[in-house]
């Protein structure tokens, strides 16, 4: 039997985490939470699923700004689910695919190889961007297209990166500083302003975010229609949020039924659209860039005049943020607006844009090249960090 | 290169001609300060008590920019478990969860080489001499598209511009609020 190897695409927010042999991922919240209602438990990974109180959480995260800081956290994370409890990985005979952020400072780089060669005593690691695994996957299932662009907007930042032939083009990669962690944070501030103080609440305003946001191919037509009252009035939604007695998890409340007493009602208006709305205009909360749509035609137009044609026809939206309704039509629309007339504009969402990168991962690691990809063990021992600089392109 | 005034460290920077640091010092201050066409009477009187200077407008945005950072608003939980632990002598470290001493040496060493904020990885990147691309040079440029303007209050479309402190609003009344509100109460 070959040796295992573990599939690690090591989100800020979420970790999807599993062999290569599996169908899909688990998805492992990547922090270490506590609850004021236990007060000598702390919660690592997905361990909160056990814990009946999810108001007013506090999180330890291991990421800061889209990069590995809090050592310390990271690897109480990754010892449980490497361990017993979840996967049960004999590390010294597995080895690991993990994802980076691109443009990864060299300090976090050095650790990174450290830890995974010498104290979890990985077989062999191959270090790499999320957004090259989705390159590669998205080549699988469409050999004839020779580039790609991988937008992968997650919980910290958003990416816009240029493929040929699977080989990022460096130089054409941008960063746009709007990810899902910045807009449940302007949420959480809108509503505590304007309706109930929830800054506390960052569990729950996320999925208030994930249930009912969405992003609008028609902005100033929906901010008309939310200003009108009742029925005409076909954006606002009423949300539940959950008390956690009675209520468990928060919902949209259904048209016309009555208000429970000591139900609390967040009241969704122009909030759900206008909250996504950052990614495309971060200048709308005086974030002086770009947004996503710009970023497309900007990055596009860093890169050889002959890509330009082919990266136009084949736009793949990943990660958390291309999970909102909306997103691909408003995407299409806007860069088929930006786009020089004579190319071609087609924009992908991935059944799920948040496992595409580690369904990449899996992809690869069925690939003949996949072990000329990887740094071994010995090859670490014998060669030092050196081997993985020039191996590991993150 | 040319320190913000604002913050001695960038968190990202450089965009070929200019140098802007991660709360956008630079950009706010070439905006020009009033562009509100009408005026309340309400607004006039209190434009007469006070009116925020650019710099201290370009402080208060940045902390709210700062707090969209944040990863939590409210005090630690376990804060004064935590001091307990420390009281103990088999729970000597600084760490936050006791743990087997093997973990604690790992840790210890790790902490030394490894642990850095991100100011300092971002500095890292600016004093070594990384050829481009890198962090700090793929961050987006401004938008050519002219800043859109949303009442602070309700966050529809608005037309005018608070004078003292250069919030936007969309009616007599989101004023009102605004004023009764956050209007000058930041500013402390
Ligand atoms: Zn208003
Ligand atoms: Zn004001």
Redesign the interface.
Known sequence: MAAPTVILDNGAYHVKIGLASDKDPRHIPNCIS???SE??K?FIGNQIEDCRDLS?L????PF??G?L?N??VQ??VWDYMFGKELLGLECPDTTAVVTEP??N????Q??MNE?FFE?YQFKALLRINAGTLSAHKRKSENPEHRCCLIVDSGYSFTHIAPYYNSQKV??A?????VGG??LT??L???IS??QLHV??E?YVMNQVKEDVCYVSSQF?KD?EI??LKGKENTVCREYVLPDFHTVKRGFVKEDGSKQKPNEQIVRMN??RF?VPEILF???????????IS??IV?SISATPKEMHPHLYRNIVLTGGNCAFPGVKERVEKDVRSLAPVEYDVQVTLPPNPVTYAWEGGKTMTESKEFSKLTVSKKQYEEEGQNICFDKFDV | MVTCPLSTSY??CVDLDRV?CGW?WC??MKMPAKEQTRESGRQKELAQRRVLDSFTRAKR?RR??E????????????AN?VLLKKKLPQFDSN???PTTKKRKK??DH??Q??????HM?VE??QL?M?E????LT??????P?P??K?CA?????SNYTCVACGARYCCTKCLGTHLD??CLKWTA
């Not at chain 2, 080489?113 to 991100?118: D, E, G, L, Q, V």
């Not at chain 2, 209050?153 to 479309?157: A, D, K, S």
Request: with cysteine; proline share 5%.
């Open positions: 506590k609850s004021k007060r000598r702390q007013a506090y999180y330890m995260l800061q700004k990069y800081v050592w310390d690897r109480q691109y443009f400072f060299s300090s976090i050095e650790a830890i104290e460096a130089e990669i941008f960063r746009v500083n962690k910045l944070n302007h959480k501030e809108i302003y304007r800054m506390d960052t100033y901010m939310a200003k122009n909030e206008a205009h971060p200048s709308d909360i005086s974030i002086q860039e770009k947004g710009e970023a900007h | 968190t990202h802007v956008y950009e706010i945005l709210q920019l707090a969209l950072e944040q990863d939590n608003f409210q005090e630690d939980p376990h478990l760490e936050d969860t790992r840790g790790f902490k080489r490894f642990r850095k904020t991100f990885l890292e990147e070594s990384n481009p691309p890198n962090y793929c961050c987006m440029p401004h938008s598209a800043q859109r949303f209050v309700c966050g529809f479309p509100t956050r």
